[in-house]
């Protein structure tokens, strides 16, 4: 009681100790002094250090490119300047597959089954809902600026880059076949892919029929077939959840190997800023002719580049706003690095280990939810692939003097969506699957070279709308589990509360209320006067 007082008389009238007089525990109060200004610029510098220097790279990279465009230089010499950028995406690149394959297995065996099916329903409908949205987007924009009113002329040089022509229902099936992999290791380098070959059939009198039968056959094309290595991964990792003890030390193996590579990536994130410098200066010394590139398609680059500005920074973090209630442009600057990253490599797959590294430092995602959801994020959320697709079809169409009717508008919203699935997370992946939406809807294929001109402008954007909504995504994903452990601990402190006054409650039994009346007659007076 001593000390009690002792302290409540050294209280100011606002509850302040008074400085520098000695507390009980015999150490003295003083006045926290105001930081320097110097000192608190330096405190945020180095906090964001590794933000200011990706931005810096971008600037950078812009000024050079602009300044040795003049220099005419060759093209083996403007291979020679991206060079660095060139390194980054092979380090990138190399560090995929065990990032991939381990946070899934971790993530799939460290999640209970029902809550595992339960993050996955509820991520696979934000991007679903998301998806739909841009495409929505992406239609309307379409129909508004109307970039194909411009007479535009096709450049023949890009006519050998055309995807090849293919059935819609065979685009489908080859998802499908990738899902399950014949061999895992041709998994980490080839994906399936349907061609075509012409059978004759000879007339019954040996007479050679005109008509010819057109036979799918299947082939491997280079590129990952991450679809498959994702569903692999999380099977894996649930059956070695199934086998309880006996699949621990299995678990405990990925979770290593998975820290290990992100210990990886932290070293490659320094590296990024000035990959990104040169990625960016080596292609803009790439631009041939950009006055004549804009003035033809320069509607359809902005139709594009407004649609991805529009979902990417009022769509999306209004979605984060309205379910959680915090600032969604915290929470980008939080990934900012692998944004510029993504707008460096042009590939959702390329900047997913920055994208992990970020969300879980700086937007306090935990590791479970992370690397569960944004690998599958970076292989089926397509938002900013799914808008340019859904505008470059509304853009091929009226080059054509095609009316567009209900029908083929939702064809279009419902092809875009399902296919944006499939996309290969690399640099012009979504236009290898716009051919699937212009055969859906009858447009011819031939002017996809179009595209295939300004791809490299608008493909950086919807980069980084793609990694942006699987970051949104995790971060939704992230404040349910929050809300759902603190109802939980609610529930819990009130059941504990309930049981605490229930024992503290008096015992109103008759024989006890009669009995301690007795005692208290027979006891002497001293006895009566203590406990009073």
Known sequence: MATMVDMEDRKTSNGE????????????????????????????????????????????????GLGVRNAELTRTQVIYVGFPGEILIRLLKMIIIPLVVCSLVSGAASIDPKALGKLGGWAMLFFLVTTLIASSIGVVMGFIVSPGSVPVSRPASLDEAVPARKEIID??????????????????????????????????????????????????????????????????????????????????????????????????????????????????????????????????IACCLAGHFIHGFLVLPGIYFIITRKNPYSFLWGIFTALATAFGTSSSSASLPLMIKCVEENNGVSKHISRFILPIGATVNMDGAALFQCVAAVFIAQLNNISLNFIQVITILVTATASSVGAAGIPAGGVLTLAIILEAIGLPTNDISLILAVDWIVDRTCTVVNVEGDAFGAGLLQFFVDRAAKRKGAELSEVRLESDQSAAAPESSPLISKRSANDAKMAPPSEKESSM
């Open 17 to 64: 100790a008074h400085l520098d007089e000695p507390m009980p525990n015999g150490l003295h109060s003083h006045k926290k002094t105001p930081e320097p200004l110097s000192q608190r610029v330096l405190r945020i510098v180095r906090a964001n250090l590794l933000v200011i220097l990706t931005v810096a790279g971008v600037i950078v990279g812009i000024f050079i």
């Open 171 to 300: 685009s489908f099936l080859d998802l499908i076949r990738n899902i399950f992999p014949s061999n895992l290791v041709s998994a980490a380098f080839q994906s399936y892919a349907t061609s075509y070959k012409l059978i004759k059939k000879n007339g019954t009198d040996g007479v050679p029929n005109i008509t010819a039968e057109q036979v799918p056959f299947g082939t491997d094309q280079d590129g990952m077939n991450i679809l498959g290595l994702v569903v692999f991964a999380i099977a894996f990792g649930v059956a070695l959840r199934k086998l309880g003890e006996e699949g621990e030390i299995l678990i405990k193996f990925f979770n290593s190997f998975n820290e290990a590579t992100m210990v990886l990536v932290s070293w490659i994130m320094w590296y990024a800023p000035l990959g990104i410098m040169f990625l960016v200066a080596g292609k803009i010394v790439e631009m041939e002719d950009v006055g004549s590139l804009f003035a033809g398609l320069g509607k359809y």
